[in-house]
Nanobody
Framework: QVQLVESGGGLVTAGGSLRLSCTAS????????MGWFRQAPGKEREFVAV??????YYADSVKGRFDISRDNIKNTITLQMNSLKPDDTAVYYC???????????????????WGHGTQVTVSS
């Protein structure tokens, strides 16, 4: 069982930046994925970004503003969020899966491990 612990959420005004971090209790192989989903009030969880096999993938809504990075030695994944918008307000969840396949990277149901989430609030 892998535990994921997020940190770094908070309140920021539009245009600002936040950095989220997630540490896993066990190593996820580079062939597995580590990344982030988010859930806004009244909405379903949605894909944000993921790193797998050294490659990164982003939702169109965050591309160019968010940057994901992974440290396989420290078992961490970080999400640098810039130019934040009120629409980015959500609970952000760290995810990991050791055996996920490429076609499932954007599907929340495909990930075995989830953190408890960290709140990000962007005020206008």
């Amino acid at each position: 069982q892998v535990q994921l612990v997020e940190s770094g959420g908070g309140l920021v005004t539009a245009g600002g930046s936040l950095r989220l971090s997630c540490t896993a209790s066990a190593r996820t192989p580079s062939t597995g994925a580590m990344g982030w989903f988010r859930q806004a009030p009244g909405k379903e969880r949605e894909f944000v970004a993921v790193n797998r096999m050294g490659r990164t993938y982003y939702a169109d809504s965050v591309k160019g503003r968010f940057d994901i990075s992974r440290d396989n030695i420290k078992n961490t994944i970080t999400l640098q969020m810039n130019s934040l918008k009120p629409d980015d307000t959500a609970v952000y969840y760290c995810v990991a899966d050791a055996r996920i396949i490429h076609s499932d990277l954007r599907r929340a149901e495909a990930y075995d491990y989830w953190g408890h989430g960290t709140q990000v609030t962007v005020s206008s």
